[in-house]
């Protein structure tokens, strides 16, 4: 397959996370799935699945088969990450991003210059440059995209997932989906990644000019 995008790294292999995970791996990309639960690695890397939805499981089984996906509980190089892990709400309602913050603590390790990083998860407005902020803070050595203008090593874009659970193996293709990316160039990365499952509309976008002049 011609793309650069050889090798997908998803952290969270859950209700998003694993269909997402088994989609791509069913494209022919090789796949390396994520999660910090022992139960979710060993049973997916047996070619079964631990949550319920129609059809996964015959497409994870073939998926990890053919050895295009597979589960870890330790994060490798890859040249996306795609994060789909939980952000519950805290008691004050306020949106709990600390396993996002995680998630990236985890994977800081082995990024590389050219990487995209793609959240997925439902998040409040910020929460990419976010992102991005951690991550400059994590690894210093590479120039995150903390403002248009810049050439930033690493490309960081938000797709938020809106499936409906029962049909996410068909909506996950299906569905339009929008793709934001902190710059034009991230949300360009993106679309080439999305565009290798997605039949839906990919519909780029960008944080509104204001956001940048604050
Ligand atoms: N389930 C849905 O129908 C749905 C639909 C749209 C959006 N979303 C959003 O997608 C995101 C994921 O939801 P979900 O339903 O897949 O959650 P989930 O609870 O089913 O799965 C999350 C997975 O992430 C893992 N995880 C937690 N912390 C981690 C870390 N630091 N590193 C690696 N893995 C970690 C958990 O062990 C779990 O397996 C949430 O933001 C949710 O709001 C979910």
């Not at 969270?12 to 996370?17: C, D, E, R, S």
């Not at 639960?37 to 631990?50: C, D, F, P, R, Y």
């Not at 004050?92 to 390790?109: F, G, M, Q, V």
Request: net charge negative; proline share 8%; aromatic share 4%.
């Amino acid at each position: 397959m011609l793309s650069s995008f050889a090798k997908v790294s998803v952290i969270g292999l859950g209700y998003i996370g694993l269909p997402t995970a088994a989609v791509i791996a069913s494209r022919g990309v090789e796949v390396v799935g994520v999660d910090v639960s022992e139960h979710a690695v060993n049973t997916i890397n047996q070619g079964k699945i631990h949550i319920v939805e129609p059809d996964l499981d015959m497409l994870v089984q073939a998926a990890v088969t053919t050895g295009k996906l597979r589960a870890s509980l330790t994060p490798e190089p890859a040249q996306a990450f795609m994060i789909a892990v939980p952000t519950p709400f805290k008691d004050d309602k306020a949106p709990d991003l600390s396993y996002i913050r995680a998630a990236l603590e985890n994977i800081a390790p082995v990024i590389e210059k050219g990487n995209l990083i793609i959240l997925e998860s439902t998040s409040p407005v910020g929460t990419t440059e976010q992102i991005a902020q951690w991550l400059s803070e994590l690894r210093p050595d590479l120039k995150v995209p903390l403002d248009p203008s810049d050439n930033a090593d690493i490309f960081i874009a938000h797709c938020p997932e809106r499936v409906l659970p029962g049909r996410v193996l068909q909506e996950l293709v299906s569905n339009d989906r929008i793709i934001g990316g902190i710059t034009d160039r991230c949300a360009e990365k993106a679309m080439g990644l999305y565009q290798l499952f997605v039949r839906g509309e990919c519909l780029r976008t960008m944080p509104a000019p204001p956001r940048w002049q604050s």
